[in-house]
């Protein structure tokens, strides 16, 4: 199974400033013949179920706000959300789905300093 | 894209569980599409089980691919997950979610909660 590492675990941040949540596989999700990463970001709200944000590593969803960007190739991402507002706390999931078992990370919970 | 997950809420240790979900908006007789199936221990992270493809292809998590099942029903729009030994641990809220091949889980249905408990 290719495991999913988050860091921080929790972040907290001031309104209008940078939040950044790192992401490690333990073996690269780059699928070379299309040069993509297999790999995914969900936000996930209280009492809901989890919302894609970003696919392929960088690509966001329709609708997703802009403040809210992905990075990073192989075994290395993030994701960053440039100017925090109080609807993005939540919790944060990585998702690689480049070889089953689609592992998720244990999660990043955002709040607000 | 809407998918709803049903069954029971509670179920004894040792029994099977078996859950539903039904969905709308997309057919599981198109090329590329999958419905996946995630859980959630209450205050916990996401667990991937389960996916199921258009052309019947199906993965488990290994970890309790010994317990699991995923079929489709294409007529009926639906696909059922069944696990078999439940126990105290299995409770959570579990989670149907569509996808396309080589994407992310896009759709998800709300959840239903599954509580193990004599």
């Known amino acids: 199974d290719i495991v999913m590492t988050q860091s921080p675990d929790s972040l907290a941040v001031s309104l209008g400033e940078r939040a950044t949540i790192n992401c490690k596989s333990s073996?690269?999700?780059?699928?070379?013949?299309?040069?993509?990463?297999?790999l995914a970001w969900y936000q996930q709200k209280p009492g809901q179920p989890p919302k894609l944000l970003i696919d392929?590593?960088?690509i966001r969803e329709y609708g997703v706000p802009d403040r809210f960007s992905g990075s990073g190739s192989g075994t290395d991402f993030t994701l960053t959300i440039s100017s925090l507002q109080a609807e993005d706390v939540a919790v944060y999931y990585c998702?690689?789905?480049?070889?089953?078992?689609?592992?998720f990370g244990q999660g990043t919970k955002l709040e607000i300093k | 894209i809407t998918l709803k997950e049903s069954g029971p809420t509670l179920v004894k240790p040792t029994q099977t569980l078996t859950l539903t979900c039904t969905f709308s908006g997309f057919s599981l007789s198109t090329s590329a599409v999958g419905v996946g199936w995630i859980r959630q221990p209450p205050g916990k992270a996401l667990e991937w089980l389960a996916l199921i493809y258009w052309d019947d292809d199906k993965h488990y998590s290994p970890s309790l691919k010994n317990r699991l099942t995923v079929t489709k029903d294409t007529s009926k729009n639906q696909v059922v997950l069944t696990m078999t030994n439940m126990d105290p641990v299995d409770t959570a809220t579990y989670f149907c979610a569509h996808r396309q091949i080589n994407t992310g889980l896009d759709s998800w249905g709300q959840g239903t909660l599954v509580t193990v408990s004599s």
């Open positions: 073996q690269s999700v780059l699928y070379t013949s299309t040069n993509e990463n297999f």
């Open positions: 998702q690689q789905y480049y070889s089953t078992p689609h592992t």
């Open positions: 392929w590593a960088s």
